[in-house]
């Protein structure tokens, strides 16, 4: 447990919140701040502050927990999608620094917003990234 991660906490039960799920690496939540009614948080019981220093099999675990909730999702409020989000760092838009993954249920025309402009793959970047993820 990290101290004052407010997941950490929620996690271990000291602050209360509306369990969906659990078990012994996970627990999911319903978020208290929705983007949809429905949305929820996949939450390591462990502390990782983002995807990158989660170990390989928990990350792992944590994907087909999420997959596993859209199902439900799914069945349980017969949306007619589901956005997964996982923000890591304050730059993509992470507000609490332990790791997690968010499922939005969507319905056509439901307005949320929740995207980009798409922008150009153009020649030249193309062959920038390939070689600079070539060198990894
Ligand atoms: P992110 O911006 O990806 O770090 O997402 C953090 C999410 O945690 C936001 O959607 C918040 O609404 C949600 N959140 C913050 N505090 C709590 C809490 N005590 N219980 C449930 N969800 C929370
Ligand atoms: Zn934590």
Sequence with gaps: MTENCIFCKIAA???PSAVLFEDEDFRVILDVGPAAKGHMLVLPKQHFANLYEMPDELAG?????A???ARKMKKALNCDGINVLQNNGEAAGQTVFHFHIHL???YRNDM???GWKPGELTQSDK??????FEEE
Excluded: D, S, V, Y
């Design 61 to 65: 675990k944590a994907f087909i927990l």
């Design 104 to 106: 939005i249920p969507r």
């Design 112 to 114: 949320l917003k929740i």
């Design 127 to 132: 062959a920038e990234l390939l070689k600079k």
């Design 67 to 69: 997959k596993k909730m």
């Design 13 to 15: 039960g000291e602050i």
